[in-house]
């Protein structure tokens, strides 16, 4: 009966806020009255519940990737690897993520800030790191599904699962459907 929404508000060239996520951040008030209409997006629908799923995504995706583990609860494998800026500012849902690690409902995660001195830079790096990790899930059946920018993150984790996993195990894990993109 509600919907949760993950907005970071985008400024064009010149300094204005982006049509929707300016409306969203500046124009919208606590309490209006909002229409909308909700599409379906069933290339991005989670897989089976025994299927293993490996999540990856920075910055508001995390909207789309919370989505699945929250369906699952902590009747499936879930691993996520999230990146943002800072730790301090970006880390979107951070309680939620870390009860959901203790409970089970995440069996892993691994955390990329760009912008912080520690640890990977970007989300493609932490997944490069996990390599060994990643091939053994991707052997036991897992899905692969990456969601947030088109530019930077979404070729890097690519370019990173080509390299780890191979070209043709890559297209094959698209044409099978475990891996999927919800990009932009």
């Known amino acids: 009966g509600r919907v949760h929404l993950l907005v970071r508000q985008a400024r064009q060239p010149d300094g204005t806020l982006g049509l929707g996520s ?5 124009g919208a008030q606590v309490g209006d009255i909002i229409d909308l209409r909700i599409r379906r997006n069933p290339g991005f629908h989670s897989p089976d519940v025994g299927v293993p799923l490996i999540l990856v995504g920075n910055g508001t995706g995390l909207a789309g990737l919370r989505a699945h583990w929250r369906l699952r609860g902590t009747k499936g494998r879930t691993w996520l690897l999230f990146g943002e800026r800072t730790r301090a500012c970006d880390f979107f849902h951070r309680n939620e993520i870390e009860a959901a690690l203790g409970d089970g409902a995440l069996e892993r995660v691994d955390l990329a800030f760009s912008r912080d001195g520690d640890g990977p830079r970007y989300v493609q790096d932490a997944l ?8 053994r899930w991707v052997e036991e059946g897992a899905a692969i599904y990456v969601c947030g920018s088109l530019d930077g993150m979404a070729p890097g984790v690519d370019a990173v699962l080509r390299e780890v996993l191979g070209v043709e195990r890559v297209e094959t894990l698209l044409a099978d459907g475990r891996y999927r993109r919800d990009v932009y």
Do not use: C, N, V, Y
């Open 22 to 26: 300016g409306w969203l951040t500046h």
């Open 128 to 135: 490069r790191l996990q390599a060994d990790r990643l091939r």
